[in-house]
């Protein structure tokens, strides 16, 4: 049991703020021959949530993309503790500021730098994440430096994005690897991937938190999935459906998924496209949940998401690119 959690924690959509420590990922050089990186925090009530500012070191663009990691402990290079460094989305600042684009990562309130903010798992929801989101788009749009802002989610980060835009005023919004089924399904899903008695044993659990409902008798194997301090969150995060919020964004779209993505299916994505039939969907033919290119076998494809030394897919690069330089 205990292994086989370890596998799920990897991969299912959770909250896990203990141990978030600060990153020594995250303390790099921060002068390249592409770009130069600057702190740019957020205020907000109780403290900073703590960012990075990826200036470009040529062109003249006035874009700036903010970028929304996944969920759980995933710090604003796309890193997480419990399945490895990838850099993910440093790599995406990275492709963005050849092309002249500014970005904005940012750790999450109760992750990494931002772990402060959060001294109690319980006291956070996922409005919380929605309206950080807004703040950021808001002190962009006060920044004389940029004229279009563009949104990137990533994963959770896509659902987070899309619900935050929908309240805010951007010239484009960027969904990849986001799930089109609510949280609730995705989860049992990926449960049921992994094994059918631990998926009946998830089952009731799942439904009593979809009611709004508290669960108070959680059997010690599925603590650290449901225990009493992350349900607040799980309750407020399984009233969102992807599809009906991406269906409220009404700026330009663009929907990219890998078909060798083990989290987030081709399915997801055509569900989102549908529900936004101002979109444009790209399937990419070989890239995996951390935007590589990565075997079909599941643990080949696990091993490169501690594998910071793998580029992003290029497709992936070209199809986001393009689409920012277009708007």
Sequence with gaps: MKRLFIVILGLAFIILLSGCAKDDSLIEDNINSDYIEEEYNLEVEGGEIRGTIMIPQNGNKSTVALIIAGSGPTDRNGNNPSAGNNNSLKMIGEALAKEGIYSVRYDKRGI???????????????EDYINDVVKWIEKLKQDGRFDKIIVIGHSEGAL????????????????????GYPAYDTLARQLKVQSEKVYNLCVPILEELKKGNRVDDVPEGLYSLFR??????????????????ISKVDEPVLIIQGDNDIQITVEDAKILHKSNQRSKLVIIGGMNHILKDAPEDREGNLATYSNPDLPLNQQFVEELT?????L
């Design 160 to 179: 987070i994005g899309a619900a935050a835009v929908a309240r805010a005023d951007v010239d484009g919004f960027v969904s990849v690897a986001g799930m």
């Design 112 to 126: 990494g730098e931002s772990a402060s903010l959060v001294e109690r798992e319980e006291d956070l929801i996922f």
């Design 228 to 245: 009493p301090s992350v349900q607040p969150y799980l309750i407020s995060w399984f009233k969102y459906d992807p599809a009906k919020e």
């Design 322 to 326: 393009k689409f920012i330089n277009d």
